[in-house]
Nanobody, 123 residues
Framework: QVQLVESGGGLVQAGDSLRLSCAAS????????MGWFRQAPGKERKFVAA????????YYADSVEGRFTISRDNAKNTVYLQMNGLKPADTAVYYC????????????????WGQGTQVTVSS
């Protein structure tokens, strides 16, 4: 099992950048594929990005491709989401997630969730 704690959310203006971090507990972080999801008010939670256990493969939602970058540091048990060119439509609670395979995280959903961090982008 893994516990996930997100940080780095906040209020920014359109066009700004923000980096989210997710710290994972446990000694087996490198065996988990990691992902980020987001949920806007009144909407369902949606996939944003995922990364394989080694970091060699990444996956993105079309809406963030080219603007967001997911990365991980297995030595620090941390996964990041660098968000550039933020838009008001990116406003949501962002959730860190973990699963046993990146494709599983993208298609059927992860096995573990963090508590979420709020990102608000003003126009």
């Amino acid at each position: 099992q893994v516990q996930l704690v997100e940080s780095g959310g906040g209020l920014v203006q359109a066009g700004d950048s923000l980096r989210l971090s997710c710290a994972a507990s446990g000694r087996t972080f490198s065996s988990y594929a990691m992902g980020w999801f987001r949920q806007a008010p009144g909407k369902e939670r949606k996939f944003v990005a995922a990364i394989s256990t080694s970091g060699g493969s990444t996956y993105y939602a079309d809406s963030v491709e080219g603007r967001f970058t997911i990365s991980r540091d297995n030595a620090k048990n941390t996964v990041y989401l660098q968000m550039n060119g933020l838009k008001p439509a990116d406003t949501a609670v962002y959730y860190c997630a973990a699963g046993y395979d990146a494709v599983q995280v993208v298609t059927t959903g992860p096995d573990y969730w963090g508590q979420g961090t709020q990102v608000t982008v003003s126009s």
